[in-house]
């Protein structure tokens, strides 16, 4: 069976001339905002889908926006530290709903564990955080990943430390009959042990509970998981990999799913009926789909453009060592693929598929959430996000704006979290991206962040 994770076999070398990642020093304390801050006379999207607004200001006291205007109907008041925004569109942060922070796109993940497990908390995570802020990231939800490395990452994010976007993690995702000495996932026997692991990571710090290979589990020992975590407030994601653990997770009221496969042309008609039931009489569903990661939508694009792979931007803060190992890997990777050759579908009809599953899971009613599965091997932290943006345009024929709120206001309703933040309102906090030239006509301009503004603390 095909790997989900190998590039198609077209993809050729990357460049092999290796230079250092300029470790960009972020001087977490020099960053903090002594003074207001005025952002001034660029276009304001503000993350809800409204019209943009021309010639705007925006104040920032602290970590959260004060006020909003224009240069004609809020003048500056004294004591502010004036940024220009003039050529550029102001928006919020950019949210990331699908992240694995241990990862840094190194293809091969058994050696990588077996290699830096123990480099994942000091050096790995808070190198692929920083990398994510960089690029305008400034909300991330991390989908798997060893749960105390992950929780002390957060709280050192959190705290002012290091240089991230704010964190929501699940910590190990929950499965059955997995490697027993996986560090990323737990295994469950028995309802009982299901419940108890659940509240176990809930009471450690998880955000959010992450089951992967449903279709292992008994279907009581999927609901003790889904019930545990609810009863303490948690949502829980599930892999969408096979129709067997769809059909598990909507069983058993699962919150969102990650990824669309490409196995089967369509949904069938019996998951069809399911996932309507459930849109119409249950809680909102949620489907995070990764359209360019796993060899999808992005594959044949990364296939004749491997010099993403290779950017700098997806190395910042990485000893030298590893960014060297990680290259090499890529290059031998993408080498073995073109050798390889063959693979079971056609790129034209991979998507096709993803295009047809996603079509359906938006015509039965399930909101799609943005998130690009970074780290992966292909989905690299300097350029996944933009892409998939790129792609919810291009290939899902998603207008710019929504597209936009997908990455800003809705994600942070899907996490919860949009009292607070996901859009440029007064009161919440200034998680705030300048971009030059118009997202709405381009959007890959949100590629590359000429300001980027978390909880009011200027990182770039
Ligand atoms: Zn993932």
Redesign the pocket.
Known sequence: MRSPRVLPAVVVIVGLVVTAAPAQQISVGRSSQSRPLALIGGTLIDGTGNAPIRDSVVLIRGPRIEKIGTTASLPVPGGYEVVSTEGLTVLPGLWDL???LMYAGHPDTRYWFDTYTPQFERVIMPASAEQLLMAGVTSVRD??APPQPILAVKKRIASGEIAGPTLYVAGPALTKGGNPNAVQTWNVSGAADAAEKTRQLIDDGVDWIKVVNAEALTPEEMKAIVDAAHARGRKVAAHAFSEAEIRQGLIAGVDDF??VRTQTPEYPPDVVALIRDRVRSGPPLYWTV?VG?NGQLNAAYLASNPEFLDDPANFIGLPQPIVDDVRKAIAARTQAGARRGGAAQSQDEINAIVKRKVAQIRELGAQIVFGT?V??WGEVTGHATWMEADLWVRELGMAPLTVIRGMTLDAARAMGADRDSGSIAEGKFADVIAVRGDPLRHIDVLREPRIVIKHGRRFK
Request: aromatic residues 0%; negative net charge; proline residues 0%.
């Open positions: 699908h992240v694995h989908l798997a990650q990824h990764t990661g599965d780290g992966s």
